[in-house]
């Protein structure tokens, strides 16, 4: 059984940068594809960035955030450069086998979340 396991949250000032990390335990994260979400409060969880065979990013993060994964390390890195107060959020990662997209509702397992903060 799949568990992914976050790290990396924090606060940060704005223009900052963080790197979140996503573990895969349990199984190899090879055949799956991963997604970022995020989830503010009072919103509802939206899509960041997945990575399959290719990446995509949301507009509201493209440019700034990019994905990447470690096949050897069995581990999906987010990258998070010129962080804005607006990207303040819980974030998770998840993986899906047949689904890649955007719909939290696709992917079949996820993480506990990563909490970052970005304020002056």
């Known amino acids: 059984q799949l568990q992914l396991v976050e790290s990396g949250g924090g606060e940060v000032q704005p223009g900052g940068s963080l790197t979140l990390s996503c573990v895969g335990n349990g199984d190899s994260l090879d055949p799956y594809i991963i997604a970022w979400f995020r989830q503010a409060p009072g919103k509802e969880r939206e899509g960041v960035s997945n990575?399959?065979?290719?990446?995509a990013y949301a507009d509201s993060v493209k440019d700034r955030f990019t994905i990447s994964r470690d096949y050897a390390k069995n581990t999906v890195y987010l990258q998070m450069n010129n962080l804005r107060p607006e990207d303040t959020a819980d974030y998770y990662c998840?993986?899906?086998?047949?689904?890649?997209?955007?719909?939290?509702?696709?992917?079949?397992?996820w993480g506990q979340g990563t909490q970052v903060t970005v304020s002056s």
């Open positions: 998840a993986a899906a086998r047949n689904y890649i997209g955007f719909s939290p509702s696709g992917y079949n397992y």
């Open positions: 990575i399959g065979i290719s990446k």
